[in-house]
């Protein structure tokens, strides 16, 4: 869940003004070493008037993930295992599942949580942030089964200041060897007037990941940062997991798989949008779309067309490279965009479907306004969009959906995928981090979508808040409940349990909910929550769980 260019303006930066005010887009770095620019700490609501793009959740689907029983799963004792060590036992293969989030290789989802504004004890350097694992297993995920990864200063970037590590989480095994691998895109800046953008990768293993994050080799362009987003999947048909990474303007790179433990990549090939209506890249998503057996990639971005305009184009992925972009609309024609994107097949047609949170109000004359933002999906077909079902928005105005719509909800600006109650059909939990609980501004809530053989709709939603019984916490104003939201089978039941992040929680310190299922799905009794301090990472304002790998 990675900010776009939400930084202050910088010298030469370009200024475009929208129906919210003025934002500034980051003008291209010169040659010189660039100084590392320092960016305030945020509110959903200020991001977006303010971001160019925001990615908040991992777009990439694969196999459903499950969930832990009704009964908690997460204890709160304290782990006496030291930082950036894992408090797992190590096993001496990898299982037969390689999972694309099983760090350790025992056969469970492991999540990895973000807290990119923590003060790491290497150098107490403010806001170059770190990142929590917390290890699946029979019981699902536990506080005490975890490990804690820190950013000290290293060769090839130029200052450990403001690096925001665990901005942009995505989980996969790049190297084919059975565990699953943490990639990221901090904020960094690459040292000495190096160009090429900033990807660091945890490699997986017996125990957990590794202690410190690899720099991958540059990638060609004239951007030294680490600003952006990325998403990981198989585009290019050959089986192997790749990576994609935008370019903050109208395309971006490949790195194809596999991709070895010395930072190097198989092959390198680029994506454009060049042609469209697209200013910018603000987000992307990998997954088979028309259903073919190759990854397709899902590009979101503000266009040139009117204040706040965002459009949302597919490019079909095959062995020779990407097709032309054909834009994704909705039912009236109209141009989409948002600020998270999924890919899942919600009616298992065989082909996957786009779900887009768009997380705002705004709108231009092109884009029908969402009040309190929305759900969009798009249902996928061979040549992208199903020509047999119609796209759909989905706010709280919904039929069957718990809530009012209401302005500032920010329906939308978080969203996982994944089949919480075993039915085998993907289900969609959206984050409302700007929902007004009894007259509490901004308190949060997550809202559980089901999917089936019609796709999705409002009935038989579920809400989860800090308001709902059982559930740990009480609702307070700014606490942004709902944030970051994931979907993992943590305890392999075949079930998704859910996690929950509120960054803004206790004056920024963060903290994290874990949600059980039984048969219906996510369920609020046994859910249980706790902060940064009890697995032992930074508790300095950090921001615990702004950001988890899904």
Known sequence: MAVGTSAQPSAGARRRTGQCGTFSVLPRPTSRAPELIHVPVLSPRRRLAIATGVALVAG???????????????????????????????????????????????????????????TTVVGSEEGAGAVSVLFGGPGGLSSARKQVLTWPDRPGIS?????????????????????????????????????????????????????NAMLLKPIPGDQAYGFGDLSVGDVDGDGITDIAVDDARLGGHILHGPIDRTGKWSGLSSFSVEGTDLLDVSKTAVGDVTGDG?????????????????????????????????????????????????????????HGDVVIGRGDEWSHADTPVKKGGALFVSYGGPKGQSTTRKPVWINQDTEGVSGTAEAHDLMGYSLALGD??????????????????????????????KGGPKGVSGAGTKEFGQYTAGVPGVAEAGDQFGEAVALGDYDGNGRTEMVVGAPSENNSKGALWIFGTDATGIIAKGSVSFGAATIGAPTNQSRFSETLTD
């Open 159 to 211: 200052n450990p200041r403001d690096a925001r590590y665990g901005t942009v989480l995505r989980s996969a095994d790049l190297d084919g060897d059975g565990y699953a691998d943490l990639v990221s895109r901090p904020w960094a800046y690459r040292a000495n007037g190096e160009k090429g953008t900033v990807l660091v990768v945890n490699w997986g293993g017996p125990s957990g990941l590794s202690k």
């Open 294 to 350: 190759v990854g397709d990639l899902v590009v979101l971005g503000f266009a040139e067309d009117g204040p706040w305009a965002q459009h949302t184009y597919l490019l079909k992925g095959g062995r020779t490279g990407f097709a032309a972009p054909v834009e994704i609309k909705d039912a009236d024609g109209a141009g989409v965009g948002g600020v998270s994107v999924g890919i899942a097949d919600l009616d298992k047609d065989g």
């Open 60 to 118: 990439a689907l694969a196999a459903p993930v499950g969930h832990a029983a009704a009964q908690s799963s997460v204890t709160a004792a304290q782990s006496s295992a030291p930082a950036a060590q894992s408090s797992v036992a190590a096993a001496s293969t990898p299982s037969p599942k390689r999972l694309r989030d099983d760090f350790n290789g025992d056969g469970y989802p492991d999540v990895a949580v973000g807290a990119p504004m923590a």
């Open 420 to 449: 919480t109650n075993g039915d085998t059909y993907p289900d969609i939990a959206v984050g409302l981090p700007g929902e007004r609980i009894n007259g509490i501004s901004d308190a949060g809530r997550v809202l559980v979508f």
